[in-house]
């Protein structure tokens, strides 16, 4: 017989290894994530609203947060866009090497950030293969804060691409079928049929890609080049706080950016919850 | 009427009916997405290696008979041994406890599990200096009992299971979760011990999702900046990882030996592409469906 709070906490199974498995996950989880996380609340409550908000407005830290946040959201938006052309383009139609570009869309996941941040830099610079097309009309990329928005746009294009692929291949072909047969253009069609079940999936792929871009550090700074004011993101200004040994500036900002990337978290959750609702798919 | 015929024959050509959109429409979609795919993903991974060998092949070479790159190395494969290891084995207790079991607060557990993806890499170091730094809750304790956390091995190593906490769980939860718990009853019920129903029936149900999990666990752990970045110290030759190597020999302009080193973990990339379409391809249906991240 099983002591009574075991019965309420989880349903009876023949199953071995419930209490060890979920006590080790607990732990682990307990130890490496929430202390820590614990840690940076600790040290934020410690400084108080009052504070945080002191250091929020000092110019250079505002400037800093405005550029991450500001650029982030232009660059979630353009991933999103190409990555709903890209996701349509790789699921609807057939062309030679379609597998290989469907494979290379996850690159910005599997290449580590530094070397995307200095091949970025490399190709985007004055001398670089495509920052020497740009020049002569007079476009600065590289070390502007254009060239933050390249390499932001560069990690968030997988998010975008993958969260909508699924959606496409779910399309019920009846749907247009029928949609073609009633006399819509396919212009038509695309708009009002086959488009709004997507815009979940546009939706939460723009967020992730929001989300991953705000915190992003390695592939921005070499191509960012990081001057205050114009070009310094909200992570750089964290390290550098660090390297002066300015916990409480770095733990502000780092507050500051973890508050808006849970929001955006829960707000992917409703958003996903209302399209179920909606749709009856994730 | 002529679209109703269109219509009808679609089933047979669809390609050529009215769900797809016109000859020129599709050209010109394919070409502005292969474009913009050539500028943002193919263009970066060629100049890394172009810029390699920008010196021909003893250019390349001189870049690791280095010490500090040797050593570098060496400090990112000890990292990613202990690492990978420790989220594998709480990637398997976590799926088990949450996939085989029904218990209050799951949902919970599984957002939890999912949070250090959602930290940004530099918040995910500062938060163990705030632990463990001179000015951290514990730096004090530490430094009295001549611990070294920060800026040395064991920091760098906790840095990186942050980040690369969720891969392999992630990967197994839903896998699990689908397979259900009927051929474990059935092992346990013929008297298989718990053990032996996990390593014989379990384990080879889930063997290609946890290869994909543990794929995606290592190619980040060797490859992690931000967070290592912020805990290591940049202490040369003792704390510097690959990726931290790069940066340094970036910043000395020291380009071609900077790429020469960063192609290694391009090709780590490649690598970690290839197995994972072909673990997709191959077998696309162990992996539980739309797993993508």
Avoid at chain 2, 210 to 226: D, I, K, Q, T
Wanted: aromatic share 10%.
């Amino acid at each position: 017989m099983r002591p009574a709070l075991s019965l309420r906490l989880k349903q009876s199974s023949v199953l071995p290894g419930f209490g060890v498995t979920l006590g080790y996950t607990l732990l682990y989880l307990g130890l490496l994530v929430l202390l820590p996380l614990g840690a940076l609340v600790v040290k934020a409550s410690g400084i108080g609203i009052a504070g945080i908000a002191a250091t929020a407005t000092e110019p250079r830290v505002a400037a800093a947060l405005k550029t991450s946040f500001g650029i982030s959201l232009l660059a979630a938006g353009v991933a999103s866009l190409f990555g709903l052309l890209t996701a349509w383009v790789l699921s609807r139609y057939d062309f030679p090497g379609r597998k290989l570009i469907d494979a290379i869309v996850d690159l910005p996941f599997a290449l580590p950030t530094a070397v995307a941040g200095i091949a970025l830099a490399a190709l985007y610079a004055p001398n670089g293969w495509v920052g020497s097309l740009l020049e002569p009309l007079g476009l600065k990329v590289a070390y502007t804060p254009l060239g933050i928005f390249i390499a932001l746009v560069f990690i968030g294009l997988p998010f975008a691409v993958r969260t909508v692929q699924p959606l496409i291949a779910e399309i019920e072909g009846e749907l247009e079928e029928a949609s073609a047969t009633l006399g819509a253009s396919r212009w038509r069609t695309l708009w009002s049929i086959l488009l709004p079940p997507l815009l979940p999936g546009v939706l939460t792929g723009f967020a992730l890609a929001f989300a991953r871009a705000v915190g992003e550090y390695g592939s921005v700074i070499f191509i960012a080049g990081n001057l205050p004011y114009v070009s310094e993101i909200a992570p750089l200004l964290i390290v550098i706080k660090l390297s002066e040994y300015d916990y409480t500036g770095a733990t502000v900002i780092a507050t500051i950016m973890l508050a808006i990337s849970f929001s955006v978290l829960l707000l992917i959750n409703l958003l996903q919850a209302w399209s179920r609702r909606r749709f009856g798919h994730v | 009427m002529s679209d109703l015929s269109a219509a009808l024959v679609l089933t047979d050509s669809p390609q050529q009916s009215v769900v797809t959109e016109s000859k020129l429409i599709r050209r010109l979609a394919i070409s502005i997405a292969l474009v913009f795919l050539l500028l943002f993903l193919v263009l970066p991974l060629v100049v890394v290696f172009v810029e390699a060998f920008r010196r021909g092949l003893a250019g390349f070479l001189a870049a690791f008979q280095e010490a500090d790159a040797l050593a570098a190395i060496q400090l990112t494969l000890t990292v990613a041994a202990i690492a990978v290891p420790a989220n594998l084995v709480f990637g398997l207790a976590a799926s088990w406890a949450i996939a085989k079991f029904e218990f209050k607060g799951k949902s919970l557990l599984i957002t939890l599990i999912d949070l250090p993806f959602s930290v940004s890499p530099v918040v995910s170091g500062l938060i163990y200096l705030l632990l463990f730094g001179a000015q951290g809750l514990f730096g004090p304790w530490l430094m009295a009992h001549g611990i070294k956390i920060a800026f040395a091995l064991p920091g760098i190593v906790l840095a990186t299971i942050f980040v690369t906490f969720p891969f392999v769980a992630r990967q197994l939860i839903p896998l699990m979760q689908e397979q259900g718990t009927a051929e474990e009853e059935a092992a346990l019920t013929l008297g298989a011990s718990g053990w032996r129903t996990f390593l014989t029936v379990t384990l080879p149900n889930i063997k290609w999702g946890l290869l994909y999990g543990v794929l995606l666990c290592n190619a980040r752990a060797m490859g992690e900046f931000g967070a290592v970045s912020v805990v290591s110290g940049h202490i040369r030759g003792l704390t510097n990882t690959i990726p931290l190597h790069v940066e340094i020999l970036y910043n000395e302009y020291n380009f071609v030996a900077a790429f020469a080193v960063a192609s290694l973990l391009a090709s780590l990339a490649l690598v970690t592409l290839a197995l994972k379409s072909f673990l997709e391809w191959r077998h696309g249906a162990d992996l539980a469906g739309g797993t993508h991240r």
